[in-house]
Protein backbone atom coordinates (compact mmCIF):
# COMPACT_ATOMS: atom_id res chain seq x y z
CA UNK A 1 0.00 0.00 0.00
CA UNK A 2 1.21 3.60 -1.10
CA UNK A 3 0.18 7.20 0.49
CA UNK A 4 -0.07 9.69 -1.88
CA UNK A 5 0.55 13.37 -1.97
CA UNK A 6 0.99 16.58 -3.66
CA UNK A 7 0.84 19.83 -2.88
CA UNK A 8 -0.49 20.65 -6.05
CA UNK A 9 -3.92 19.71 -4.20
CA UNK A 10 -5.15 20.77 -1.33
CA UNK A 11 -3.98 18.71 1.90
CA UNK A 12 -6.30 16.52 3.65
CA UNK A 13 -8.59 18.51 5.94
CA UNK A 14 -9.02 15.69 8.36
CA UNK A 15 -6.99 12.23 9.43
CA UNK A 16 -7.01 10.84 5.84
CA UNK A 17 -4.81 11.23 2.84
CA UNK A 18 -5.08 12.15 -0.35
CA UNK A 19 -5.13 8.97 -2.17
CA UNK A 20 -3.93 5.40 -1.78
CA UNK A 21 -2.30 2.58 -4.29
CA UNK A 22 -3.41 -0.96 -3.83
CA UNK A 23 -2.51 -3.11 -6.31
CA UNK A 24 -2.39 -0.86 -8.96
CA UNK A 25 -5.40 0.86 -7.71
CA UNK A 26 -5.60 4.28 -6.92
CA UNK A 27 -8.17 5.49 -4.68
CA UNK A 28 -8.68 9.01 -4.01
CA UNK A 29 -10.17 10.62 -1.40
CA UNK A 30 -13.11 12.85 -2.39
CA UNK A 31 -11.50 16.39 -3.59
CA UNK A 32 -13.67 19.50 -2.83
CA UNK A 33 -13.43 22.89 -4.54
CA UNK A 34 -10.68 24.28 -2.52
CA UNK A 35 -7.49 25.78 -4.25
CA UNK A 36 -3.84 23.57 -3.35
CA UNK A 37 -3.45 26.89 -0.75
CA UNK A 38 -6.88 25.89 1.32
CA UNK A 39 -9.13 28.90 -0.34
CA UNK A 40 -12.54 27.69 -1.39
CA UNK A 41 -13.78 28.20 -4.59
CA UNK A 42 -16.82 30.73 -4.72
CA UNK A 43 -19.09 30.89 -7.29
CA UNK A 44 -21.37 28.29 -8.73
CA UNK A 45 -21.31 24.41 -9.23
CA UNK A 46 -19.50 25.11 -12.84
CA UNK A 47 -16.58 26.86 -11.23
CA UNK A 48 -16.26 24.13 -8.60
CA UNK A 49 -16.26 21.59 -10.43
CA UNK A 50 -13.20 22.74 -12.41
CA UNK A 51 -11.79 23.17 -9.33
CA UNK A 52 -12.12 19.74 -8.43
CA UNK A 53 -11.17 18.25 -11.45
CA UNK A 54 -7.65 20.30 -11.25
CA UNK A 55 -7.78 18.91 -7.88
CA UNK A 56 -8.23 15.32 -9.18
CA UNK A 57 -5.76 15.78 -11.95
CA UNK A 58 -3.42 16.64 -9.91
CA UNK A 59 -3.64 13.86 -7.01
CA UNK A 60 -4.20 11.38 -10.41
CA UNK A 61 -0.84 12.71 -11.45
CA UNK A 62 0.97 12.02 -8.19
CA UNK A 63 -0.33 8.62 -8.59
CA UNK A 64 1.13 7.79 -11.66
CA UNK A 65 -2.68 7.83 -13.20
CA UNK A 66 -4.68 10.59 -15.45
CA UNK A 67 -8.35 10.92 -16.04
CA UNK A 68 -8.07 8.28 -18.63
CA UNK A 69 -7.19 5.91 -16.64
CA UNK A 70 -9.98 5.96 -14.49
CA UNK A 71 -12.24 3.10 -13.87
CA UNK A 72 -15.32 4.61 -11.67
CA UNK A 73 -16.08 8.34 -10.30
CA UNK A 74 -18.62 8.79 -7.11
CA UNK A 75 -20.34 12.28 -7.54
CA UNK A 76 -21.78 13.77 -3.93
CA UNK A 77 -24.00 17.14 -5.67
CA UNK A 78 -25.63 20.00 -2.98
CA UNK A 79 -28.29 20.29 -5.40
CA UNK A 80 -29.60 17.78 -8.26
CA UNK A 81 -31.22 20.87 -9.64
CA UNK A 82 -27.05 21.52 -10.28
CA UNK A 83 -26.78 18.68 -11.94
CA UNK A 84 -27.36 19.65 -15.89
CA UNK A 85 -24.18 22.06 -15.18
CA UNK A 86 -21.52 19.64 -13.58
CA UNK A 87 -22.98 17.01 -16.26
CA UNK A 88 -21.33 19.56 -18.74
CA UNK A 89 -18.27 20.63 -16.89
CA UNK A 90 -18.09 16.75 -16.16
CA UNK A 91 -18.36 15.88 -20.10
CA UNK A 92 -15.59 18.81 -20.68
CA UNK A 93 -12.89 16.28 -18.75
CA UNK A 94 -14.39 12.74 -20.01
CA UNK A 95 -14.47 13.03 -23.35
CA UNK A 96 -14.04 9.97 -25.12
CA UNK A 97 -13.35 7.91 -22.13
CA UNK A 98 -16.25 7.68 -19.94
CA UNK A 99 -15.78 5.32 -16.26
CA UNK A 100 -18.47 4.40 -14.19
CA UNK A 101 -20.38 6.68 -12.57
CA UNK A 102 -22.40 7.25 -9.02
CA UNK A 103 -24.03 10.71 -8.66
CA UNK A 104 -26.20 11.13 -5.23
CA UNK A 105 -27.61 14.31 -3.81
CA UNK A 106 -26.31 14.82 -0.20
CA UNK A 107 -27.61 16.99 2.41
CA UNK A 108 -23.93 18.84 2.91
CA UNK A 109 -20.63 18.90 1.91
CA UNK A 110 -17.46 19.58 3.86
CA UNK A 111 -16.72 23.74 3.82
CA UNK A 112 -20.43 23.86 2.20
CA UNK A 113 -19.02 22.74 -0.82
CA UNK A 114 -21.65 22.14 -4.11
CA UNK A 115 -19.67 19.31 -5.58
CA UNK A 116 -17.49 16.59 -3.96
CA UNK A 117 -15.67 13.98 -6.52
CA UNK A 118 -13.57 10.83 -5.54
CA UNK A 119 -12.03 7.87 -8.31
CA UNK A 120 -10.57 4.71 -8.90
CA UNK A 121 -8.20 4.57 -11.17
CA UNK A 122 -5.26 2.54 -12.74
CA UNK A 123 -1.70 3.89 -11.65
CA UNK A 124 1.46 2.76 -12.26
Known amino acids: MKTVQTDLAPAAIGPYSQGIIVNNLFYSS ?9 TMV ?19 AAAGASLN ?6 VFIKDMNDFAALNEVYGE ?17 PKDALVEIEVIALAK
Do not use: M, W
Not at 30 to 38: C, H, N, R, V
Not at 69 to 74: L, Q
Not at 98 to 109: I, N, Y
Open 30 to 38: GQIPLTAEG
Open 69 to 74: TVVKTT
Open 93 to 109: YFTDHKPARSCVEVARL
Open 42 to 60: EGDIREQAHQVFKNLQAVL
